[in-house]
């Protein structure tokens, strides 16, 4: 039985398996898991469709949780699994599909009984196979605007067809199309029959039970699988016939995107994972520090971010890609960029390929493999069932970070495929003239040679003496530990409060890893106090994280990393990573943030960056729009991103500077530090913080968080354009107080509702596939939101649609038994009350508490012990007085699809159509 490496810092159990059908089997014992969970994940993806049925694995995902013959019921198991406080998915890749799900410990039983019946015994019902195939079509169309996808289908257009990467992943309403007066379901059947055997499965059990246990569950419901010792091969063609290299490939985005990639085909490199011989080369050719390609690219005004490694890969390819964000003037001299991106692989090819170079990046992978943190569940499951098709069982937990050493040979072998005549280009820009039009997706493209001539003109490039390679890190530790001290309070204490000031500190004692986080949130009245003042601050935001970057890429690589964002009431610093060098980061953030000594280049390049990702918000997609509406309708201090672009636009270096001064006038800042820090070094840094503050600002008041009250406004009504063929709505209703047991009824109504909602409009009516409920506070006020993007439905239905389910669930709720009651309640309070799962997981959640003002850290035990009191009678008058009159206070936003536009509309008590008027003149709930 092979024994697994596993880290230093990681206590669970493993175990791995074969069973006598072949299936390969890991069983992870974890003592503190907060739930059980399970993944399989099956060696069959779209590589494997019939080219006349494309899309076909990934339909066969989606049929697999439509009922099986044990549990014949389509929405059975998704509800069991709500029910008892867990959640579920899969996806489709090339050549993998992954299940998984997790769920209350008791309950995993009954879970792992559902969960393999789809491996044993889908029905595969044929009413069912029509709906589902509409569910598919669907996912397609509402992706058809999604530039990812589009330029994807490019790719796959400028390939050797004959190589399964070419094939149309997704699937349609054509592709999966009945023919010959036969239904497709005789093909499914045959296709799964065909391909979903046991020794092509990998499963994952990760649950708190003794290895004996699970390998008891593991055989009762998985071992009758059917096995039929298949051998998987794909076809031994390249990737890239000679046509299909040497070319440029340009495509036009719908989103402004102004990119140039630049991909040297390799082959599959799986069988090297214990070298990582890539990830070293893409961490020199990635480098973003002093003497850097990105750094020139910068201060020549050519690029604005640059990423190496990237690319497709697979069974027999690998794409290995270097990419640079353009401006204009890089998009007028996109020869140099590249003539000076080959002066840097050669450099790196001359002098770069160092065992301590190497040796830089191995410890680092070391350094995380032995204070690797706890993850969910979950994800150790899903994540270790593919590692176990990649990596041989030891090195499930391990391979991922396993470095053995350099091997010169083979990194220089790879890098020989690095050369002007071994590429393809890829010019992603809008209004390129292009010739043809990709499938399915219609995206517009051209393709040209590249010539003798253009290759000459990078040759021609004059040789840059500012290139130099990375010198020794001065931030990598190879001998870190966490501190003892003993701390007399289990919950964050404020350590240090002067007017202005406050910071709070907690030492951790549980997760035993090197590392702290701390958040600096700083309040400034003048932030957002207009739209142009909050454009400004972003601004300001991201002219320090772009020269910030050069600076600090060192630390960034060895472990350390920060942001900064805005929020509601200024803008806030996360720094985290090991706190051996913490200090030294943190000392160079602040004052790299004091000097603002910005660039006229830089400020013209960075504020036409921000303005084309705002104006880009025009053509996302109709649900996304609605969710980034809801905040800006109702949050005083928050705004839309094309609002934000236009108060941009004639923004001046001179009125940042001097926005920067005002917002500095007056602040007043909470922190919070947490993890690897002691006590004496939380204090030193207060004083530290009061000494910078009081030499740039005066102390001044917490911003008070406003938001925009919708009690007694009946229904309202907000239209919000987006360009698209699909409709969609989004219905929200908010509590008029912020108490736990308001908390709780909102939060139990859409854990009790979400997956008959998904089941009855999504799988049942066939709505769309963006269908869901959920629970949404807004400036620690409880509210609900109901959502659907549907390319089949007017708005006008869709809020139908979600009215006669409000109505419908309230007669459900009656029928459902008292056993029923409690263990939906109970699945509630086991997710809200889950354990924090590492370091990072509990700053976050200390930090939101500080933000709510909950300053005794006992909010979600409030609420947890407010859900336990709800009655079902209590639940059922809340969904009649509040959400089933004629006229509920409620908000309605939605976005009204090309096809859909001489529908009627829907009624409403009031509609928003100045949105600034609405906001002055309307009641607001405080929040400081």
């Not at 709906?131 to 796959?156: A, G, I, N, P, T």
């Not at 209004?431 to 990709?438: G, S, V, W």
């Amino acid at each position: 039985m092979p024994q697994l490496t596993v880290s230093p810092n990681d206590n669970k159990g493993y175990q791995h398996i074969i069973l006598d059908n072949g299936l390969k089997a890991l069983l992870v014992q974890d003592v503190d898991a907060s739930k059980s969970a399970a993944a399989m994940a099956v060696n069959v993806g779209h590589f494997d469709d019939p080219m006349d049925r494309q899309g076909m694995a990934h339909f066969l995902e989606h049929m697999l949780f439509l009922g099986t013959e044990r549990f014949p019921n389509p929405g059975e198991y998704q509800q069991f699994i709500s029910q008892h406080g867990g959640n579920h998915n899969a996806w489709t890749g090339p050549e993998f599909t992954s299940y998984f799900f997790d769920i209350n410990h008791d309950s995993f039983p009954e879970g792992l009984e559902r969960f393999s019946q789809f491996f044993t015994a889908p029905l595969f019902d044929s009413h069912l196979v029509d709906k589902e195939r509409q569910s598919v079509d669907s996912e397609f169309k509402m992706k058809l605007r999604d530039d990812v996808r589009r330029l994807y289908q490019v790719h796959k257009q400028t390939v050797n067809p004959e190589h399964p990467f070419s094939k149309f992943s997704v699937g349609n309403i054509e592709t999966l199309a009945d023919r010959n007066q036969q239904s497709i379901r005789e093909e499914l059947l045959a296709f799964y029959n065909s391909q979903y055997s046991a020794n092509l499965m990998t499963l994952v059990l990760v649950s708190p039970e003794p290895l004996e246990n699970q390998k008891t569950l593991l055989e009762r419901h998985f071992s009758d699988i059917n096995n039929l010792n298949l051998t998987k091969s794909y076809p031994q063609i390249e990737l890239y016939r000679d046509s299909d290299m040497n070319i440029e490939v340009r495509t036009t985005p719908l989103k402004s995107q102004r990119r140039l990639t630049v991909t040297f085909p390799l082959p599959g490199i799986d069988k090297w994972y214990h070298l990582k011989p890539l990830t070293f080369l893409a961490h020199l050719l990635g480098y973003e520090g002093k003497g850097s390609l990105l750094s020139l690219l910068k201060r020549q005004g050519l690029a604005t971010n640059l990423s190496a490694g990237g690319g497709i890969n697979g069974y027999n390819f690998k794409d290995f890609n270097i990419s640079f964000q353009l401006t204009e003037k890089g998009i007028r001299e996109q020869d140099t960029i590249i003539g000076l991106m080959f002066q840097y692989i050669e450099l790196v090819r001359a002098q770069g390929i160092e065992s301590w170079r190497y040796d830089e990046r191995r410890v680092l992978m070391d350094l995380a493999f032995r204070y690797q943190e706890p993850s969910k569940p979950l994800d150790i499951a899903s994540h270790l069932a593919i590692n176990l098709h990649h990596y041989s069982a030891e090195d499930a937990v391990f391979g991922d970070y396993r470095m053995d050493g350099l091997d010169v040979t083979l990194t220089k072998k790879l890098m020989a495929g690095m050369l002007p005549n071994k590429l393809r280009l890829t010019l992603v820009l809008p209004d390129l003239e292009t010739d043809q039009q990709a499938d399915y997706y219609h995206t517009p493209f051209a393709t040209a040679p590249i010539t003798d001539a253009r290759r000459a003109k990078w040759a021609a490039v004059p040789r840059s003496h500012e290139l130099s390679l990375p010198a020794p890190n001065p931030y990598i530790l190879d001998n870190v530990v966490p501190r003892e001290e003993e701390s007399s309070s289990s919950v964050p204490q404020i350590i240090y409060q002067q007017p202005g000031l406050k910071l709070w500190h907690f030492k951790d004692s549980d997760f035993n890893v090197p590392k702290g986080h701390l958040f600096i949130a700083l309040d400034s009245d003048e932030a957002h106090r207009t739209t142009r003042a909050a454009a400004l601050t972003r601004l300001y935001i991201a002219m320090l994280l772009d020269d910030l970057s050069e600076r600090t890429y060192a630390a960034e690589i060895a472990g350390l990393s920060y942001n900064i964002y805005p929020h509601q009431g200024g803008l806030t610093l996360h720094l985290t990573g090991y706190t051996g060098k913490q200090e030294a980061l943190l000392s160079l953030l602040l004052t790299q943030a004091r000097k603002r000594n910005f660039l006229p280049r830089r400020f013209n390049d960075t504020k036409a960056r921000l303005m084309r990702n705002w104006h880009a918000v025009r053509r996302a997609r109709p649900i996304s729009k609605l969710f980034n509406s809801l905040t800006a309708t109702l949050q005083h201090r928050t705004f839309e991103p094309l609002r934000l672009a236009a108060g941009l636009e004639t923004v001046t270096l001179e009125e940042l500077h001097n926005h920067i001064n005002r917002i500095y006038d007056h602040v007043n800042v909470e922190a919070f530090v947490y993890g690897d820090w002691l006590k004496s070094e939380a204090k030193q840094l207060g004083a530290t913080l009061e000494k910078l503050l009081s030499a740039v600002s005066n102390p001044g008041d917490e911003v008070t968080r406003e938001l925009v009250s919708i009690e007694g406004k009946g229904t309202l009504l907000r239209e919000i354009t987006a360009e698209h063929q699909d409709s969609a709505i989004l219905v929200y209703y908010q509590s008029r107080q912020h108490t736990p047991h308001k908390a709780a009824m909102f939060s139990l109504l859409n854990h009790a509702m979400s997956s008959q909602f998904f089941h009855e409009l999504r799988t049942k009516q066939q709505l769309g596939y963006m269908v869901g409920t959920s629970y949404v506070p807004l400036n620690h006020y409880p509210g609900l939101m109901f959502y659907i993007q549907s390319p089949v439905a007017s708005p006008q239905r869709l809020i139908e649609a979600i009215d006669q389910f409000i109505a419908d669930f309230s007669y459900a709720l009656m029928q459902i038994t008292h056993q029923q009651w409690q263990a939906t309640k109970q699945g509630l309070v086991n997710q809200i009350l889950e354990a924090d799962t590492n370091i990072n997981a509990r700053a976050q959640r200390l930090w939101t508490s500080i933000g709510n003002q909950d300053v005794d850290f006992n909010q979600r035990q409030a609420i947890a012990d407010a859900i336990l009191t709800v009655e079902r009678a209590e639940m059922i008058r809340f969904i009649i007085e509040r959400m089933k009159p004629k006229t509920p206070d409620r908000l309605i936003l939605f976005s009204c699809g090309n096809q859909h536009q001489d529908l009627s509309g829907i009624e409403a008590s009031d509609s928003i159509d100045d949105l600034v008027q609405f906001k002055s003149e309307s009641s607001r709930f405080s929040k400081h």
